[in-house]
């Protein structure tokens, strides 16, 4: 069976595949099982090879052209950061009927992390959300663990080191991002009234992994269960407030992964934060993208424990903040029938944005 397909251009990957692939490039591996491992990730289709390793096949050539960035640049950062992060072990080349290089890397233990779960009563016991039930850590916990993470790459040397492709100022996103807002009011995604929610968007704008929001069951024009309307009206105004946040001014550039998400963070089975993957989006720029874990993970009552571990100001908060919704706004048209993990926290992104900034104003 190959894998579930997101891109237009997207080649057929599947098992025989990767079999055939390693067996022709990397011999010694060939008689180790090739399992293929269920993933929200838009870039890369994963495969685990044997016990300790994976295999990442590129599902466009935009994510091909990362291979290089990662193989040369994760040995590097590796030492310098408190978690782990995957470490290349080999190198693949076009073949078998794929056009693109590919890479295999060791295999990373834990679990990818729940939104919803950390927002729980179990997710955030304690008045500082540090200890959870259990023994598991909390929320509070995790956001210092990610804040650890994120100083700790900020600190590397960023002398010759690529540019982020989300290191940019937030203003160069208004275009792609009101088109975004666009395509969903087409969609049926976005009103100018929110079903069911507040002026701010409420629970309108769904839930991490399919859970609705009150209000919802208005069916699409293709019939498809829907959610209830994101308010156009309340993301315009909270992404106008986030443009208006001024650039840094003058602030070094530093390293930022890029691509922060609950699908490239790996937790221990007591919550704790195990490992950081898909660097593909890696460089130097304004780190502020980074923050966006604030509102695609952390619980409101943990943000202000990563906040304070981060040192944001309030300029800083705001851009983030932007950031976060800039791009949940983008990934949800184009991923809300191929992806529903990723169009999921999408939606609770928006609404976690919109409840933010309906507070602050």
Known sequence: MCAAKMHADEPDIDV??????????????????????????????????????????????????????????????????????????????????YAWEWSVCRWLEGTNPDADALAGPDGLAGPDGLAGAGGMAGAGQLALDLAEFITALRRIDPADAPRASRGVPLATRDEPTRKALAELEAQGEAGEHAAGGDAAGGDAAGGQHGSDGPGSGRPDSDGAHAHALIDS??????????LRAPAPDGSPPAWAHGDLAPGNVLVTPQGRLSAVIDFGAMGVGDPTVDLMVA???????????????????????ARARGWALSIALIQLPY??????????????VIREVLKEHAHAA
């Open 16 to 97: 025989p595949l990767v079999r055939r692939l390693v067996a022709a490039q990397f011999p010694q591996w060939a008689r180790l099982p090739v399992t293929p491992v269920d993933s929200s990730g838009t870039d890369n289709a994963m495969y685990r090879l044997g016990d300790d390793m994976a295999v990442r096949l590129p599902r466009t050539r935009f994510a091909a052209d990362n291979v290089d960035l990662e193989q040369q640049w994760l040995p590097l950062l590796a030492p310098r950061l408190p978690v782990a992060v995957p470490a290349p072990l080999g190198r693949g080349k076009p073949g078998e009927g």
């Open 233 to 242: 009206r309340a993301v315009t105004a909270a992404w106008d407030a986030a």
């Open 295 to 317: 509102w695609n993970l952390l619980p409101a009552r943990a943000r202000g424990t990563f906040r304070a571990a981060v040192g944001a100001d309030d300029v800083t908060w």
């Open 335 to 348: 991923y809300r029938r191929t992806n529903p993990v990723l169009a999921a926290n999408s939606r609770h």
